[in-house]
């Protein structure tokens, strides 16, 4: 948001969700990668972790929500300040669902690490999670900076 508004409140609250936009995609990166790690390395032992970690993702959720949800009642946002606030909102419910992703690859890892019969199967696993991560981070290193041009490229991938 290269505009400043009047009011320099308005643009505290936007870099606030902003700023929770960002702490729920760094959460949700670390939390897909810790899964795809444990599952790669056969580390039961922090699958209970990256399952209770999810309960964090919700909860910055729920605060990006309520604070999307008071600014627009305090602010009444119009135009790209609105689509702003929106697009935050949408991006938080998409960057939770990355830590629900996270937490079922953990819970799905117990039985693959318990019934194993072929590593192999993990390997071609942990390609497509590399590619995700790294699309992942593109998006939301386009979203941090407003690049649409970027999102588009990550979007076309």
């Avoid at 990006?64 to 702003?84: C, F, G, H, K, Q």
């Amino acid at each position: 948001m290269t505009d400043s508004h009047i009011v320099s409140s308005f643009d505290r609250d936007l870099a606030d969700l902003n700023q929770l936009v960002a702490r729920l995609g760094g959460l949700a990166e670390q939390q897909f990668a810790a899964a795809i790690d444990a599952l790669e390395n056969r580390d039961a032992s922090s699958i209970d972790a990256i399952v209770a970690g999810d309960s964090e993702l919700d909860q910055l959720e729920q605060d990006l929500n309520d604070r999307a949800i008071e600014v627009i009642a305090t602010r009444a946002p119009m135009a790209t300040d609105l689509r702003s606030i929106l697009s935050a909102v949408k991006i938080a419910s998409v960057l939770e669902r990355v830590g629900d992703y996270a937490k079922n690859i953990a819970k799905r890892s117990h039985v693959i690490i318990n019934e194993e019969t072929n590593r192999s199967d993990t390997i071609s696993l942990a390609r497509i999670a590399d590619i995700v991560q790294g699309m992942l981070r593109q998006a939301l290193d386009a979203y941090a900076t407003g690049n649409a041009e970027q999102a588009m490229e990550v979007w076309e991938r």
